[in-house]
């Protein structure tokens, strides 16, 4: 179905948009098959979508790996001019070290050849392997500088390790060296905190990536990321992973704890949580077609910081960008969200 999108004064850049090459598919499923991978959220995501016939699981593989003419198609029907591709979840993070390296470098080349044949419709994010963080950072650098992508993309945690483990740090020193966002993309809860999810079907893109996601970044924050690496910036999706609703307490509990000493790990932080949420973190509604979180966004965190995405291939929908089109917001927060801000921390040309 093509929808009839208005004419407007700005590109429709869309922002979460996942990609893979076929051989990836490939590797999940000999992981999986060799019960190579101890992660239940890994297993039982792909062990579904590699080996179901539903419709869903059809698409999923068949767009993931379609950088051409069917995934261009889907584009134009639903009115969406430029997506912003990412290695989807959870990327290379489940491979054995050596694994990781290589193929972060493949898919980077994968793609930058696709942003190659379609200059005009895609840009992209580097993948790495954070098993090996000096791997990682050289990675970073090559895909940045030599491929010419736009940023990077991590997929949360690596085999149940997070981002604020300060052995993971020097990919933050090189992300900020390149002034390259990171996107912290959801990925399944991990074997501590997935089975009372799992037993309920939350475990996925409905509760549990939200819930996973939003924990790691508190935990970055928490740990001091941002007043090491001041300028490193970080994109979450699906309307800041439920962060910004509760800004409040977030600053009013984490001041409580520090008083309290309470925990070890909670020390004084330069800035409230909510600074380092409304400055060195940017948002995009990925997921999310729905116009009161978005606006609630914009005027809590700036609508500076706030842009579009579809999350395609996961989430499909022909209508959604004409109804964005129509959200009542002043013409210049509309345009920022749609184009200007994606162009601006993308360094789009």
């Known amino acids: 179905m093509t929808l009839e999108t208005p004419s407007v004064p700005y590109r429709r850049i869309a922002t979460e948009e996942a990609f893979c090459p076929p051989e990836m598919l490939e590797r999940y499923r000999r992981l999986i098959e060799a019960g190579a991978v101890d992660d239940i959220g890994f297993n039982s995501m792909w062990g579904f979508y590699l080996s179901s016939d539903s419709a869903r699981s059809r698409h999923i593989r068949d767009c993931l790996s379609d ?58 994010l580097a993948a790495c392997a954070p098993q090996d963080t000096e791997a990682a950072a050289k990675e970073i650098e090559r895909g940045v500088s030599k491929l010419g992508l736009n940023g990077v993309i991590i997929n949360s945690h690596t085999q149940g390790e997070y981002l604020d483990d300060q052995k993971f740090w020097p990919i933050f020193e090189a992300a900020e060296a390149l002034d390259a966002p990171i996107y912290l993309h959801p990925n399944s809860p991990n074997n501590a905190m997935i ?111 706030v842009m579009y995405a579809m999350d395609y291939p996961y989430q499909y929908n022909v209508e959604e960008v004409a109804a964005l089109d129509a959200l009542p917001i002043s013409a210049e927060d509309k345009a920022a969200f749609f184009e200007g801000n994606a162009r601006r921390l993308f360094k789009l040309s």
């Open 67 to 124: 950088v051409d003419d069917r995934r261009l198609a889907h584009m134009d029907a639903a009115g969406v001019d430029m997506a912003v591709l990412a290695l989807t979840s959870p990327g290379v993070q489940p491979m054995p070290k050596d694994e990781a390296v290589g193929f972060a470098a493949y898919a980077n080349d994968w793609l930058a050849d696709a942003i190659r044949r379609h200059p005009t419709r895609y840009a992209g």
């Open 195 to 305: 089975q009372p999810l799992l037993d309920k079907g939350l475990d996925g893109a409905i509760y549990g990536f939200s819930m996973e996601t939003g924990m790691h970044v508190l935990r970055m924050i928490i740990a001091g990321v941002f007043d090491r690496f001041p300028k490193l910036q970080v994109v979450i999706g699906h309307v800041g992973e439920s962060l910004p609703f509760t800004l409040y307490r977030i600053d009013y509990m984490h001041q409580a704890s520090v008083a309290s000493g309470r925990y070890e790990a909670v020390k004084p932080l330069k800035r409230k949580p909510s600074d380092y949420m409304r400055e060195n973190l940017h948002y995009t509604n990925s997921g999310v077609a729905w116009a009161p979180p978005i606006r609630f966004l914009q005027e809590v965190i700036g609508a500076d910081r």
